[in-house]
T-cell receptor, first 114, second 113 residues
Framework: DAKTTQPNSMESNEEEPVHLPCNHS???????IHWYRQLPSQGPEYVIH???SNVNNRMASLAIAEDRKSSTLILHRATLRDAAVYYC???????????????FGKGTLLTVNP | DAGVIQSPRHEVTEMGQEVTLRCKPI?????LFWYRQTMMRGLELLIY????????DSGMPEDRFSAKMPNASFSTLKIQPSEPRDSAVYFC???????????FGDGTRLSIL
């Protein structure tokens, strides 16, 4: 499985934007970039995913580098409820492969200061 | 909408006892996953079902673990006999079809004494 590298932790202030980086230099052409987050005492929650183009949804934006070797999850205005562990995961998009599999790393622990 | 429902939320039992964890996936979802989360190993996939059929059980630790999905709305993960090293949070997740975002339950926190 292609691996991702994320900082162990990051801090932000409430109502400020947060940019969470992820490196995936061994990404293959069929790998989708997925982001999940896990709030304390809860199961992981899907945030966003993309393949090549930048993506926006109501929760966040995903900026994907042109060479796809890195990506950034953007929370436009952090709130205290965004404090969580954020996981960047590569999912094989090949329907003949293990496209069901999400391999979670250690993620980035985001702390939001009031 | 009801999400993935897991029961019990907490379970404390003595080693050697049988433990059964339950999961009700989101209605209409055809894929179901069981994960285990520990501080040491993080989140690990144990088993994956598609249309009620086990597809990948390579993550099941050993024969003491078994999982079933008798119908589209129910799955169990059983540990018999349980051991202290099985203590973890066990999550169930479902997805409408393979490759789509997974929806996780709130987990079962299992403590084996």
């Amino acid at each position: 499985d292609a691996k991702t590298t994320q900082p162990n932790s990051m801090e932000s202030n409430e109502e400020e934007p947060v940019h969470l980086p992820c490196n995936h230099s061994t990404i293959s052409g069929t790998d989708y970039i997925h982001w999940y987050r896990q709030l304390p005492s809860q199961g992981p929650e899907y945030v966003i995913h993309g393949l090549t183009s930048n993506v926006n949804n109501r929760m966040a934006s995903l900026a994907i580098a042109e060479d796809r070797k890195s990506s950034t999850l953007i929370l436009h205005r952090a709130t205290l409820r965004d404090a969580a562990v954020y996981y960047c995961i590569l999912r094989d998009g090949d329907s003949g492969g293990s496209n069901y599999k999400l391999t979670f790393g250690k993620g980035t622990l985001l702390t939001v200061n009031p | 909408d009801a999400g993935v429902i897991q029961s019990p939320r907490h379970e404390v039992t003595e080693m050697g006892q049988e433990v059964t964890l339950r999961c009700k996936p989101i209605s209409g979802h055809n894929s179901l996953f069981w994960y285990r989360q520990t501080m040491m190993r993080g989140l690990e996939l144990l088993i994956y079902f598609n249309n009620n059929v086990p597809i990948d059980d390579s993550g099941m630790p050993e024969d003491r673990f078994s999982a079933k999905m008798p119908n589209a709305s129910f799955s169990t993960l059983k540990i018999q006999p349980s051991e202290p090293r099985d203590s973890a949070v066990y999550f169930c997740a479902s997805t409408i079809r393979t490759g789509q975002p997974q929806h996780f339950g709130d987990g079962t926190r299992l403590s084996i004494l």
